[in-house]
């Protein structure tokens, strides 16, 4: 529905080859452009364009997900959009973006809350940094107008080298940089995250498909669907068997929801609930 410019980052030279082999077989609308980069060819820009913030050159080396962070800096011109997509979305229909806003991010919004590890998320609050709730790192819409040295020192204070390197770290950052720079999450009844229900885990235990259960979802006038976690492993299969609904057009855009911030306090009371949950076994059975 409008012309799309697409870069694709991945890890190693021979995923890029792949891509590109990939893309080169498609019969894509001319209006549309690609690239795919490599990590070595971030690498390289990095060194220059990160050589004044040396923690956030740090950062991109420790989980390649924080690099969904750092490296589309590294392509994008100066105040230019950018749309940051993780690999396991879905987009059942045609649409059109949101407008990028001039100022701020829009991000998915997703509940409960993925910040974690703990160790860090203190850090954040120990320091003063607020945090935003609700934060899905699916897509991210921006434009290159950061701040890059305050994104450096937020690295620093949450613990710079000595950063656990767990993905969801990723999240911590992001929600800081919501309530930092404003923005907002997308309506998510057009922008919806997959949700890890209790009862979804326990139709697993029943036998229940995960295919037949991702089937279940209300997914017909969605624009994206964030297929996190064990869920991203059943899309390929679902649209092989047709069970998703025919694709249409969703060409309006609607209200940005303003970002909630999530206090120290609400942050404990989740954190609390978790640990009775762990001591009486809860996580461990439906593990199992």
Request: charged content about 20%; aromatic content about 12%.
């Amino acid at each position: 529905m409008e012309p799309i410019s697409l870069t694709l980052l991945t890890d190693d030279e021979s995923d890029k080859v792949k891509i590109i082999d990939a893309l080169t077989k498609l019969s894509l609308d001319t209006r549309h452009t690609w690239q795919v980069y490599s990590q070595a060819d971030a690498d390289l820009r990095a060194e220059t364009q990160f050589k004044p913030y040396p923690n956030l050159s740090r950062f991109r080396m420790g989980h390649p997900c924080w690099r969904k962070i750092t490296d589309p800096l590294l392509f994008a011109e100066a105040g230019s959009e950018i749309i940051v997509l993780d690999p396991d979305l879905y987009f059942p229909n045609f649409f059109k973006f949101e407008p990028t806003p001039v100022t701020g991010i829009y991000l998915m919004w997703q509940p409960p809350s993925c910040l974690l590890p703990h160790e860090t998320v203190m850090r954040a609050y120990n320091s003063g940094i607020p945090l935003a709730h609700h934060v899905d790192i699916g897509v991210a819409q921006l434009r290159n107008n950061l701040d890059m040295a305050w994104l450096d020192q937020l690295i620093k204070t949450l613990g710079g080298a000595d950063i656990p390197r767990v993905m969801h770290v990723e999240a911590i950052v992001w929600a800081a940089l919501a309530m930092k720079v404003g923005g907002g999450y997308y309506d998510p009844s057009h922008w919806y995250c997959w949700q890890y229900r209790q009862w979804k885990r326990l139709l697993l235990k029943l036998g229940v498909s995960g295919t037949r259960m991702l089937a279940m979802e209300n997914i017909k006038s969605v624009k994206c669907f964030h297929a996190s976690g064990i869920a991203k492993w059943w899309v390929k299969s679902a649209c092989e068997r047709n069970l998703f609904p025919a694709p249409k057009e969703v060409s309006n855009a609607l209200s940005i929801r303003s970002f909630i911030d999530m206090p120290l306090a609400i942050y404990e009371h989740d954190q609390r609930i978790k640990n009775l949950a762990r001591k009486l076994g809860y996580y461990a059975i439906m593990k199992k």
